[in-house]
């Protein structure tokens, strides 16, 4: 195995997401295009299969939610943005739907490495179904990979970028599960004298003093 080989370690929580700059098929963008606003980024292996056509009309089918999120949409894959423009042609064409999102041509596939998409036991040249969650700091909040084999569900991406965006507003935490205008969870407490507090707390609702409800309305 040479260097070259080796594929770099995918970005961790907490860490600002690499740069980048990238061709798509809404023209050159760089990270920094989006700063100010949470970023969904997501790779697909390849254009014209069964799979990623499945994935796309659901992510146009969440646009708007996303959008009223102050989220925006970039996907990715290593083919040519040629290819990107005819499938989103073909997908508006075949499926009714709208792509209005872009779509970077990482033909090198450079971003896909410095990113952590490449993973050779599914596919020596094609990038695994990987999504980011990127904040308005440029700061990566979460990631997910899913095999080539199996399409996302992106409601659950609309469900975490939500429940982000509330633990970042109210300074707290979400539950199992958790939809919004559901209940969500106090911190933990730190400090014995913090959890007698909880436990003692007159209106506190929960089973136990580190388990403990709240609304955020």
Known sequence: MTAS???PATPRLGE??????????????????FQGSWLVLFSHP???TPVCA????????????????GCELL???VDSVFSHIAWVRSLEDKFGVTI????????TGEMARRYGMRMSAESPNEPVRMTYVIDDRQVVRAFMAYPMTTGRDVGEIVRLVTALQTTDAHGVATPAGW?????????PPRTQAM???RATAVGAAGPDWYYRTKETS
């Open 5 to 7: 080989d080796v594929l």
């Open 16 to 33: 600002p997401a690499p740069d980048f700059e990238a061709e798509t098929t809404q023209g050159i963008l760089r990270l920094e295009d």
């Open 46 to 48: 390849a254009d014209f």
């Open 54 to 69: 499945s994935e796309l009309v659901a992510f146009a089918g969440v646009r708007g939610k996303l959008k009223s999120l």
């Open 75 to 77: 996907g990715l894959s």
């Open 100 to 107: 209005d999102f872009p779509l970077i041509a990482d033909v």
């Open 179 to 187: 939809k919004p205008g559901e209940p969500v969870l106090a911190p």
């Open 195 to 197: 959890a007698a507090e």
